[in-house]
């Protein structure tokens, strides 16, 4: 019986397990996708790492926008021991009062609370090293822009999450992104996950870098000259384009005033790439592609002589007029009618093409279109379809009754300076994708041929009178190196009703240099110039020459021959060397190099070079403090020198 | 050793065996997540001087930035700008042209 019940509990035992034994092979070896749906939930875990915005670079590979790691401090505050404490520090240390930190800690229900986002390394390394339980951070990305308000509405900016809100950072936010990677992982009891490949946790997806056609220093120098513009004639604004007319690549696009991309949520003012966005009516820059596209068509040679009527021409019950009285000529060649900006001169040619042929040269130079560099927010500008009464097309022909923006005539002027083709703008030199390793470049796209290769010369040729002297671009003269251009100075359109603004006018120069081997093509214009004038000639074309100076000068470009007046001359120097006895190094004129100063020199307010050149000789050590000018000294001025000087120096802001 | 004593042993010996295998098993996996967590250590080494070699480059745009330098250089140094006709280029024929 005993036997019996034994070997029933036994079977009953073994046919358990045997059964829990089966159950768990068949759970394990039987593909069953809600249990493995469960599996999966139950011991892995997502985790997203999120990429980094690739930066923006210029020409030569220099950051004009990158994105570094920073680090964002949060708290749990239910494990933060003493919130008192804990925020008293954190107030001390961020310099903001203790309740709005308190206040965001002492919830100990909460277990998450954002403190302060983006910190930089030095503060992370503090906070972590006052190990206080509680508080964390979490690696996040922050957009810099070391150049402040270099090409600030051509780069845009970015929102508090990253992603581009204006310019090149918002029309490329897919590509400087980059793709965030999901990666799903193993994970413990307690939910942390398990580690197996290192690479995984701390790889960082990387956006695109984008390289730009944009030159940094010609920029600068480009920004520079238009804020000294600004300052120099009261202007409203200014803004300039300089292009490489072999492919039409934007090598500066520059306006002023600017913004601080890196603080662009303080203000939206000044966030307009006027280049592109803006459309106006130029004037007698314009008058390049009326003359261009009568020579194409066969109409007017350089030297066919136009009536010029004296500087006044009627079409109906309206007048044509000359800019100037002191061009009031009777008759005029093709070439002078550039040479002194005529616009009655202009009106007969456009007359002679007619309205049609006149639109049709204006929409083959670009105008009226989008040129297709691909930023935001580009104008077409305002090409209005023929028929045209007589005095619009005579309007036209010299730019008014055309809107257009600076864009479109600095790259129709390319077209000029390259022999004649159309070329589609970009500043998009090429698109870097650090993942893949793949590098997208943009090519040059010839849109079409606009003029023949000879009338183009011929263009040139006229354009370069326009600098020589008696012409209306004379200031935009560089010795030694040929310009070709044409000034404009054009009446602003009253934007708040019919008619143009009194007193403000746009001053604008386009041209290119050397004007025979064009390698830039430089377009200026200034808003409302209210001092020293406001007509091209002398506000527009001088900043056209320093820009061209710059660039030429930097490209180790060679100067050429032209007249003895572009030359340094030897008996010049010789003269003033002579005529001047100041000049003369004798040692009357350096008494203090012999006998150096017994008393402390006054230094307060001199460089530091300058106040050590006035103590040059004296047997002192001197105690520099600071950097800067001479705040104060020790001894003070006039007292007697002794084993040792302090010079304290007053910090300049420089940041 | 008799063969019946090897007999009696094989058991002991298979257990054995089987035991050392797991143990081995489980060492190699403890093994293998110890060097991911190495390997993570590193990883992360790397990255935070790829960080750092950032924000040196950043530092260097930030410092040589022509805004910078020319702030630098009229306000710390008693430098001015070239002024017109101060900058002289020679041609290829060695004349002096000012600029």
Redesign the interface.
Known sequence: MYKSRVIVIVFFITGLWGAMIMRGVYLQLVPNPQFEKIKHRQFSRMIKLSSRRGDILDRKGKELAVSVTSYSLFADPKIIKDPYATAKKLARHFRVSFRSVYNKIKNKKKRFVWLRRRLDREEYDKIQGWKIRGLAFKEEFKRIYPNKSLAAPVLGFVGREQQGLDGLEKKFESVLSGDGKKVSVQRDARGRALVEDGRIFASTPEGSDVYLTIDKELQYWVEDQLQQAVREHDAESAWAVVLNPENSEILAMANYPSYDPNRAYKSNKNRRNKTIHDVYETGSVMKAFSVGGALDRGIVEPNTRINTENGVFRIGKRKIKEADKSHYFKELTVSEIISYSSNVGTSKIALMMTDKALYETLMGFGFGEKSGVGLLGEARGLLSEPPWRDHLTANISFGHGVAVTALQVANAYAAIANGGELNRPYIIKEIRDVEKGEVIKTKKKTIRRVLTEKNAGLMKMMLSSVVAEGGSGYKARIYGYPVAGKTGTAQKVDPNGRGYLPGHYISNFSGFVPANDPRYVIYVAVDSPKKQGYYASTVAAPIFRNIAKFALRREGATPVYFSDSDLVRQNQVVEEEVSDPPHVLSLKNIPDRLDPPTVMPALEGLTLKEALIKLHGVDVDIDIRGEGRVLSTRPKEGEPLKKRAQLRLRPTVIQ | MSKHQVQTLKPFVSVLLLMCFLFAFAFIKME??RM?????????K??QLR??Q??K??QL??MT????V???AT????LKKAGSGQ???????G?????
Do not use: D, V
Request: no cysteine; net charge positive.
């Open positions: 293998n997540r991911g967590y190495s390997f993570l250590k590193l990883a992360q790397e990255k960080n750092q950032r924000a480059s950043l745009a930030h930035g022509p805004e910078r020319q702030l630098l306000q710390r140094l008693p900058i002289i280029q020679m041609t290829e024929g004349l002096a042209i000012i600029q």
